[in-house]
């Protein structure tokens, strides 16, 4: 009886049956935890992974997991406050962890979902090593990637092998990178896009804010809207309200051909206004223009800007550049988006403007659109070779940025230096008008208690012969393409021609001449250096006369 007994149960099989019995019913009480033993209320600090059902179990002590329980049927597992579930999983009882596969989901509270293929769960280290079709759901943020790993001490799930996040209208992927569900912030890692209605961000290394859709690149990158290509090496971008704030020396490429770079830019696109720091230049290739300055401000929708500190327009139209500056320039713009759209340009105080073949300064300067006119207030002074004219207002009307017509108004002054430096042939008169054809000058007409100075040449070697002093009321000049004196032509005038050897000493200069060659720029950085006339050569403006009125109360009185 006995040995029937050995030879059914086999002898130390005896043994080991019991144990294996003893073992399974131990994990299952362990699992669902009696309440005998006082588990089915776990405490904050309880770190055990648990078993909450399967429809099936089984053990396998010489397969290929002998620690581990195959569970399969509407499995579910509690840690810490998450549960998950999966087809079937491998219950690592002894190192608190489990694999799950099929339909693996992982819920927290109702803020995050985590679903894919397969999961390692490690409850020591709160770590999840989820693989293939990993989606990530955090509220209304969506990240989808093949292998993820999240950790749940930090709250941080880290993707590689390729993700994508889904915040509203806004898509993010890249190569590898982090999601926190605790600050809800993203952070991306080579060939890097984001994407959304307006834009496309390019680069190696983005941050996303998903409270705030604030978007910062670092390291080389590009934004792509629909106007403009941006590179920037530090930006941050708001995808919601198109607000960027660009820093590291960089480069907005409007469609239209302008180029806008500065230490640090500031751009949205929705109120169309732009603030530019540091080192700004603005070129514009179709207009042939440009800018440089320190600080820019421009609204595109009402066509306002301000430009300070250092600032500098520039036009190469003509071929030669011409650089203009002053402290301060503003402009506006009437009728914008309109075919009766004309701008208005300010730009004072300390005017100065340098080209090779003319040069300017005055307090104060204003440009018209409508009427292509340059005007210049308060002691202008227009230098042209060795010819210098002064004026209380001096305008400059141009046709295709090529000037065609200037007037001096009040106080009109012209003086031509001579090849010996030594002698000026000038006219003072109240008013000055002088006619260009083709950019050059071909008529001068001084009007208005005329008074001359000039000076005749010997033909055959230029040099001088005498003065010629006029004094008139209208006098016209005309010149040769070369700009050489063609005619002179006078209304009723007195004049006397001195031989050079007998000019009287009060006869070489006219009232109120002055040289100002120590106020005009002499290079295109020479006119951020203001250097003013010497006290009291400052022009005073002149009082018109006006003819008498007879009013009500005067006729009233006589």
Same mark, same amino acid.
């Not at 309880?46 to 569970?71: C, I, W």
């Not at 530090?234 to 239209?256: C, F, V």
């Not at 200037?406 to 001579?418: D, N």
């Given at each position: ?12 099989r ?14 299952i ?14 405490n904050?600090?309880?770190?055990r ?14 397969? *290929? ?11 579910s597992?509690l840690?810490?406050g ?6 079937s ?37 709160e ?15 969506k ?5 993820l ?11 590689f ?9 806004t ?12 600050d809800?912030q993203?952070?991306?890692?080579y060939d ?7 834009s ?23 934004i792509?809207?629909?106007e ?6 530090d930006?941050?971008y708001?995808?919601k ?22 230490d640090?830019?500031?751009h949205?696109s ?10 700004v ?55 914008i988006?309109?075919?009766s ?7 004072s105080?300390?005017?100065r403007?340098?080209?090779k073949d ?44 090529t000037?065609? $017509?200037a ?10 230096q001579?090849?010996?430096?030594v002698h000026y042939?000038?006219i003072?008169s109240k008013e000055?008008k002088?006619? $260009? ?10 009007e208005g ?13 230029s ?22 004196m ?33 106020v ?19 022009l005073?403006?002149? *009082? ?12 009233? *009185?006589?």
């Amino acid at each position: 009886m006995n040995r029937n007994i050995h030879t059914i149960f086999g002898g130390h099989r005896v043994i080991m049956l019991i144990a294996l019995c003893f073992f399974v019913i131990g994990a299952i009480v362990g699992a669902s935890g009696p309440k005998k033993r006082g588990r089915a209320k776990k405490n904050s600090t309880d770190t055990r992974v648990y078993l909450q059902h399967a429809n099936e179990f089984s053990y396998d002590m010489y397969g *290929k997991h002998p620690d581990a329980q195959f569970v399969k049927g509407n499995v579910s597992f509690l840690h810490k406050g998450i549960v998950l579930t999966c087809d079937s999983a491998l219950y690592f009882q002894q190192t608190n962890s489990f694999e799950a596969f099929g339909h693996v989901k992982m819920r927290q509270g109702d803020t995050l979902t985590l679903t894919s293929d397969y999961a390692y769960y490690d409850g020591n280290d709160e770590m999840a090593e989820v693989r293939h079709n990993v989606i990530l759901t955090h509220r209304k943020t969506k990240l989808y990637c093949d292998s993820l790993n999240y950790d749940r001490i930090y709250s941080i799930g880290y993707f590689f092998e390729g993700g994508k996040l889904v915040d509203g209208e806004t898509t993010l992927t890249s190569d590898w990178g982090q999601y926190s569900t605790a600050d809800k912030q993203a952070v991306f890692y080579y060939d890097v896009r984001l994407k959304n209605k307006t834009s496309l961000t390019e680069g190696d290394t983005l941050y996303y804010d998903t409270r705030t859709s604030r978007a910062h690149v670092v390291g080389p990158s590009k934004i792509t809207t629909k106007e403009d290509v941006i590179i920037t090496e530090d930006g941050y971008y708001n995808s919601k309200s198109d607000q960027m704030e660009l820093y590291s020396r960089s480069t907005i490429n409007r469609n239209d051909g302008k180029v806008i770079t500065a230490d640090s830019l500031q751009h949205n696109s929705n109120t169309g206004i732009s603030e530019c720091f540091g080192n700004v230049e603005f070129d514009d290739s179709i207009n042939k223009s440009a800018f440089r300055g320190d600080y820019v401000y421009y609204d595109e929708n009402k066509g306002y800007g301000l430009a300070t500190k250092r600032a500098i327009a520039m036009d190469y139209s003509q071929g030669d550049t011409l650089y203009l500056h002053g402290d301060t320039m503003r402009l506006f713009t009437y009728n914008i988006n309109t075919d009766s759209v004309y701008r208005i340009m300010q730009c004072s105080p300390h005017v100065r403007a340098y080209r090779k073949d003319v040069q300017a300064v005055c307090d104060s300067m204003v440009m018209l659109s409508r009427d292509s006119v340059l005007i210049m207030y308060k002691d202008p002074i227009l230098w042209s070779d060795g010819r210098q004219i002064v004026g209380e207002e001096i305008r400059a009307y141009m046709a295709d940025s090529t000037i065609r $017509f200037a007037h001096v108004i009040g106080q009109a002054f012209s003086i031509e230096q001579m090849p010996d430096t030594v002698h000026y042939n000038q006219i003072s008169s109240k008013e000055m008008k002088t006619y $260009f054809t083709d950019g050059q000058l071909r008529l001068n007409q001084a009007e208005g208690n005329v008074l001359t100075l000039y000076y005749a040449e010997d033909s055959a070697d230029s040099t001088l012969i005498g003065l010629n002093y006029l004094e008139t009321d209208t006098m016209r000049m005309y010149f040769t393409p070369a700009r050489k004196m063609d005619k002179i032509w006078a209304c009723k005038h007195n004049g006397v021609m001195y031989p050079i050897s007998q000019i009287p000493p009060d006869k070489y200069f006219l009232p109120g001449f002055a040289w100002f060659d120590y106020v005009r720029p002499l290079s295109k950085d020479d006119i951020l250096e203001w250097r003013p006339k010497k006290e009291g050569m400052e022009l005073k403006k002149e *009082k018109r006369r006006q003819a008498p009125r007879n009013t009500v109360a005067t006729l009233q *009185k006589n």
